[in-house]
C-alpha cells in the first residue's frame, strides 16, 4: 500500500467529495419537492395529476439512472434541447429520486388512521387544515427513516455521474487507476470517500428516528 501516493492524491478526492456533495444535495431537493407533489396528488386522487405521477413512478423506478441521464445528456441535444453534465446529472436525480420519494411519502400519509381524519373533519376543520395540522406531522415522523434511507440511496446512486466526464469520487478513483495503476490505494480512498459522506447522514436518520417516530405517543 502506497501511503505517500494516497497522501499526495486526498486533495483530488477532496474537490471530487465537495462537487458528489453539490450534486447530490441539489437532486435531493429537487427530489423532494417532486415526492411530495407526487404523493399528494395520489394520496388526494387528484384527476389526471394522479394518473400521470403513477406513470412517472412506475417509469423511473424501473429504468437505471445511468440509462436516465445517458439519454438526458446524449439524446436531448439531438432534440434540440443541449444539457450540460451538471444539469444532466441534477435533472437525473431529480427524477429517480423523486419517484422514491413519492412512495415514501404516500405510504407515511395512508398510514395516518381514518378514525383521526374523520374526527378532525367532524370538528369543523376544512380538509386543508386537516392535511396541515393532522395528517401532515404524523407523516412526516413515519417518514423520516424512509427519507433518510432515500437519501443514502441517492447519494450512491452519483457514482454513476463519472459517464457523463463529471469528476466525482468515482470518475478521480478510475482516472488514477488508469493513469497510475494504484488499484487498491484508489478504491480504499473511494471508499472512504463515501464512508465520509454516508456516515453523518446515517447518524442524523438515526437520531431523527428516535425523536420523531413515536413522537405522536409522547415518547422523546
Do not use: H
Not at 46 to 71: D, G, K
Not at 90 to 95: D, R
Not at 165 to 177: E, G, N, P, S, T
Request: proline fraction near 3%.
Amino acid at each position: 500500500m502506497d501511503f505517500d501516493f494516497m497522501w499526495q492524491v486526498v486533495p483530488m478526492y477532496g474537490e471530487a467529495m465537495l462537487l458528489t456533495l453539490r450534486l447530490a444535495f441539489a437532486g435531493i431537493a429537487l427530489a423532494f419537492l417532486a415526492g411530495l407533489f407526487c404523493a399528494v396528488c395520489r394520496y388526494e386522487k387528484i384527476p389526471v395529476l394522479r394518473q400521470i405521477a403513477s406513470v412517472y413512478i412506475e417509469f423511473s423506478r424501473n429504468t437505471p439512472l445511468l440509462i436516465q441521464i445517458f439519454f438526458l445528456y446524449f439524446a436531448f441535444p439531438r432534440m434540440g434541447v443541449k444539457l450540460s453534465a451538471v444539469q444532466s446529472a441534477v435533472i437525473g436525480l431529480t427524477f429517480l429520486g423523486g419517484s422514491y420519494m413519492a412512495e415514501t411519502f404516500r405510504s407515511a400519509l395512508e398510514g395516518v388512521s381514518k378514525s383521526q381524519i374523520e374526527s378532525a373533519l367532524s370538528l369543523g376543520l376544512k380538509k386543508s387544515q386537516v392535511m396541515l395540522f393532522v395528517v401532515l406531522p404524523q407523516a412526516v415522523s413515519v417518514s423520516v427513516p424512509g427519507f433518510c434511507a432515500n437519501v443514502m440511496f441517492m447519494i450512491k446512486e452519483t457514482s454513476v455521474f463519472s459517464a457523463i466526464a463529471l469528476a466525482d469520487l468515482m470518475y478521480v478513483a478510475k482516472d488514477l487507476i488508469g493513469l497510475y495503476y494504484k488499484t487498491d490505494e484508489s478504491l480504499l480512498l473511494l471508499s472512504l470517500g463515501y464512508f465520509i459522506l454516508l456516515l453523518p447522514v446515517s447518524l442524523i436518520a438515526g437520531f431523527a428516528e428516535r425523536r420523531l417516530r413515536y413522537a405522536q405517543f409522547g415518547n422523546g
